[in-house]
Structure formats: structure tokens, C-alpha cells
């Protein structure tokens, strides 16, 4: 079985850090690009970030660019999501998937909230 599992999000003030992660098992992702995605209450779900298959090559969304960065590590199967300089605007649930996503990779996600 095929689970991407999310982990790293927290409660953090305006202007701190967090770093996500996301671990893939059941099917090697190595060839696959990787994506961060985002959900806020009352919103669609959103693109965040996405990574290449060797990890050199990276897009953002406009409101994350210079705060956020991607990275992946294709031996542990894993994907990260270094946040920084948060704001309340970031909170949301955030979701990663290969991109473009397919609905049965879609995880529980990890909660991230930013607020004083």
C-alpha cells in the first residue's frame, strides 16, 4: 500500500520556522516530481512548491517565494518543506503529493499554524 505521511507542522509565532516532511512508502517516488500543497480553512487547496526528479530544479507559488524552500532526498524517499519567515497567512493544513498530485496519494496532511 501506497502512503505518503506528513509530518513537521506546529503551532509557531509570526516570523518563525518549521521544516515538513514527507515520507513515501509502498513505491519508490525517485522518478517522480515532488509537490507541497496547502489548505486553509474555508479555501481549495493550493501549490505551494514543487521539486524535480534530481532535486535541482524547483518552482514556487508568488507567496512563498524567498521564505520557503523545497528539497528532497530520493534514498530516504523523502520530501521537505523549510518554512520560514511565517505568517498568519501560512496557516493551513499542508499536503504533499507528487505533481501534478493524484488523488490516491493524498495523505491526512500536517497542520501548520501561525499565530501570536
Known amino acids: 500500500q501506497v502512503q505518503l505521511v506528513e509530518s513537521g507542522g506546529g503551532l509557531v509565532q509570526p516570523g518563525g520556522s518549521l521544516r515538513l516532511s514527507c515520507a513515501a512508502s509502498?513505491?519508490?517516488?525517485?522518478?517522480?516530481?515532488w509537490g507541497w500543497f496547502r489548505q486553509a480553512p474555508g479555501k481549495e487547496r493550493e501549490f505551494v512548491a514543487t521539486?524535480?526528479?534530481?532535486?535541482?530544479?524547483?518552482r514556487y507559488a508568488e507567496f512563498v517565494k524567498g521564505r520557503f524552500t523545497i528539497s528532497r532526498d530520493n534514498a530516504k524517499n523523502t520530501v521537505y518543506l523549510q518554512m520560514n519567515s511565517l505568517e498568519p497567512g501560512d496557516t493551513a493544513v499542508y499536503y504533499c503529493?507528487?505533481?501534478?498530485?493524484?488523488?490516491?496519494?493524498w495523505g491526512q496532511g500536517t497542520q501548520v499554524t501561525v499565530s501570536s
Open positions: 509502498g513505491r519508490v517516488f525517485s522518478w517522480d516530481s
Open positions: 521539486v524535480g526528479v534530481s532535486g535541482r530544479t524547483t
Open positions: 503529493n507528487i505533481d501534478p498530485p493524484e488523488a490516491r496519494f
